[in-house]
């Protein structure tokens, strides 16, 4: 199997990595190149949200990809970065974190991790910007978030060493990115992503896209990543775009 050939660019300050590597891939970044920064000005998240990302409080990291999976394909890629990252935190950190659809990386129920899948066009074809930003410290998230984020060294106990963080990250992603194109293609990562995750089965969750809520007990994924939901009247709902909220 061929493994990504990661390189690494480091910054102290970008408005954003994901920006920065996007630039980057228009003139011709190869696959595997990373971006790295000690702090964000513009940290982007999901649906147009800031990531605050003040210095040394998070590890702000992009690669750039370009799968060779069909496109249809394609939602399994944040699924597999979420999978490399659980691994990554449970080597690097001995965190034992849980994935909520589709791809946040929750410690006790608060988030710990985002990331942000971006598809680019590029002269040498579309490419996916995977974004990932990783609490390191309380400093990384704002006040108001206090009660639904938390941080490696607040999950542990410990403090987070970034760059023993960042190699284990760089070698998952390049195992589960390897599975994904030639290993054991979209079924390794929605297995590998069903076996991490509390939310996979058996779930009551409320699931929001902006307009509409459904309300359903979580039933395993499609192939392509979609999650299904059963519904109070006995019918699967398939879930490709929304935040997924807990029902208590
Ligand atoms: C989310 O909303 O959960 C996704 C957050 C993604 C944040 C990371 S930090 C590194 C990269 N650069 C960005 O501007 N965003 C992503």
């Known amino acids: 199997m061929t493994h990504l050939n990661t390189k690494v660019l480091r910054f102290e300050s970008l408005p954003s990595t994901n920006t920065e590597l996007s630039r980057l891939a228009s003139e011709g970044a190869e696959e595997g190149v990373s971006v790295v920064a000690d702090e964000q000005t ?16 998070g590890l702000y990291f ?5 799968p060779k999976i069909a496109t249809n394909y394609w939602p399994l890629i944040t699924m597999m970065a979420a999978v490399a990252v659980y691994d990554a935190l449970g080597d690097a950190c001995r965190l034992q974190a849980d994935i909520k659809w589709p791809n946040d990386l929750l410690s006790g129920e608060r988030k710990i991790c985002g990331i942000l899948a971006e598809a680019i066009e590029t002269p040498s074809g579309r490419a996916v910007i995977v974004g990932i930003g990783i609490n390191l410290t309380g ?17 542990t106990g410990r403090p987070a060493d970034r ?26 990562i929605v297995s590998g992503w069903s076996s991490r995750s509390s939310y996979a089965f058996g779930r009551l969750v409320q699931v929001s896209n902006g ?21 109070s009247n006995d019918e699967i709902k398939l879930i490709r775009a929304g935040d997924v909220y807990r029902v208590r």
């Open 211 to 231: 307009d509409e809520v459904w309300q359903g007990t979580t039933c395993g994924l499609e192939r392509d990543g979609a999650l299904r939901l059963r519904t």
């Open 163 to 188: 760059e023993v963080l960042l190699t284990s990250l760089l070698r998952w992603l390049s195992h589960w990115y390897s599975l994904l194109n030639e290993g054991g293609g979209p079924e390794s």
């Open 62 to 66: 992009s690669i750039l990809l370009r």
């Open 42 to 57: 513009a940290g982007r998240g999901r649906l147009q949200r800031a990531w605050s990302s003040p210095k040394g409080a």
């Open 139 to 155: 400093d990384a998230y704002p006040a108001e978030l206090a009660e639904v984020a938390t941080s490696v060294s607040e999950a």
